[in-house]
């Protein structure tokens, strides 16, 4: 969404007023989810989405609403039943909760984007808390508390146990450019927003499984990086999107590049002693997730060494190997998918286990079409 903030930066400069919608909580099968940004501008034009269709008609239509009636802050929530879906030609049915953000001469708001785009471009993580639905007595809607990951703090909710509620959520969402949605004590809705660098791939390795899952990693919205020590396969042609192709020994890889915590290292050389290497040194950096091709006796192997250079165990329990989701997986796309979907997992806090219903609910639905032919009934 840095588009977006850049955007709403830009009008304010300018002294046009323009409005924030923000998607904060979901509900069921929706087409975006919470985090989705649309600026609505004075002259009709905007930046972003919020997933298209009625949807969006409406939540524009309310925007420029709130800017021809000089109108404040507003909490919408917008329910995609069946027919509206279909109209839409949406495969969805729940529920989009909105918070409208009016932006007209906001100094603070422009201080507060500048920093969300520091962030974006490799600054320190913030994450920004908005008070989204307000009730009587409590924060006033659109209050706001910025948090930054060196712990300090502008804004606040008018109350030391509120903020301190908002904080310990913050810190949680900042690093990883996650966001939540949650009530405080008095039952104030607060909607927090993380901000850092996009989710980053480090691809250890250019041979072919390490093409394929590069490949994947950009076409998902991380940006790559590529390091291997043999330019015919650390090149522009090659990768011609990576962000920096690094042509470096694998025990020094690491001195050419500045990981965050929403960084994830893939590590698939062309052998057991580049990997060794290239792992130990990925060991130092602060990335979220660690991988490594390679078997179960191949893995051993190298914790042994490490643990002998006296590699902490506790931190070698961290690293993901051998890496992947075990979806039987043999050609070097599908160690791809198998690679990326253990590392969406981690990133996104899933299971990693199948969707598929089990026995109980298809047998259920049978009972309730057997008792009412006719009609349909909710399971």
């Known amino acids: 969404m840095r588009e977006v903030i850049q955007g709403a930066i830009d009008d304010l400069k300018d002294g046009q007023p323009c ?15 919470a985090g989705a ?30 800017l021809r009636l000089n109108g404040g802050a507003e909490f919408k929530d917008y329910y995609l039943n069946e027919d509206i879906a279909a109209r839409d030609g949406l495969v969805c049915g729940g529920t989009m909760y909105f918070y409208l953000e009016p932006l007209r001469d906001q100094k603070d708001f422009i201080t507060v984007g500048n920093e969300i785009l520091e962030a974006y471009d490799g600054g320190q993580p913030v994450s920004l808390a908005t008070v ?10 659109g209050s706001k508390l910025l948090l930054r990951s060196d712990g300090t703090v502008s804004g606040s909710f008018g109350n030391a146990e509120f903020d301190a509620q908002v904080i310990e959520v913050s810190r ?54 590529l390091v291997d020590d043999r330019p015919e396969f650390c090149n522009e042609e090659r990768f011609p999107y990576a962000e920096e192709r690094v042509i470096e020994t694998y ?17 698939a050389t062309r052998g057991h002693r580049f990997d060794d290497m290239a ?56 160690l791809a998918v198998s690679i990326m979907s253990e590392i969406i997992m981690v990133r996104r806090g899933g299971e990693g286990g199948q969707m598929q219903m089990g026995d109980w609910y298809i047998d259920r639905a049978a009972e309730i079409v057997e008792r009412t032919p006719d009609s349909t009934v909710e399971v």
């Open 19 to 33: 409005v924030l919608a923000t998607v904060v909580r979901t509900k069921g099968s929706t087409p975006q989810k």
């Open 37 to 66: 940004m649309l600026l609505v501008r004075q002259d009709g034009t905007g930046v972003g989405t919020l997933g298209g269709g009625c949807v969006e008609g409406d939540i524009w239509f309310a925007a420029k609403e709130i």
């Open 132 to 141: 989204v639905n307000a009730i009587d007595g409590g924060p006033a809607l």
């Open 172 to 225: 949680k969402v900042a690093d990883i450019g996650a966001n939540e949605s949650f009530n405080l004590s008095d039952g104030t809705e607060v909607f927090v927003d993380g901000f850092t660098t996009p989710p980053t791939l480090v691809m250890v390795g250019g041979g072919h499984v390490g093409k394929a899952t590069a490949d994947l990693a950009y076409s998902l919205g991380y940006r790559v990086y």
């Open 251 to 267: 025990d020094k890889w690491t001195d050419h590049l500045d990981l965050n915590v929403n960084s994830f290292v893939v590590v």
């Open 279 to 334: 792992l130990e040194s990925a060991l130092k950096t602060r990335a979220r997730y660690i991988g490594v091709l390679g078997s179960r006796r191949k893995t051993i192997m190298i914790y042994r060494r490490l643990l002998q250079q006296g590699v902490p165990l506790e931190r070698i329990k961290e690293v993901y190997a051998p890496i992947g989701l075990n979806i039987g997986a043999v050609e070097p796309e599908e």
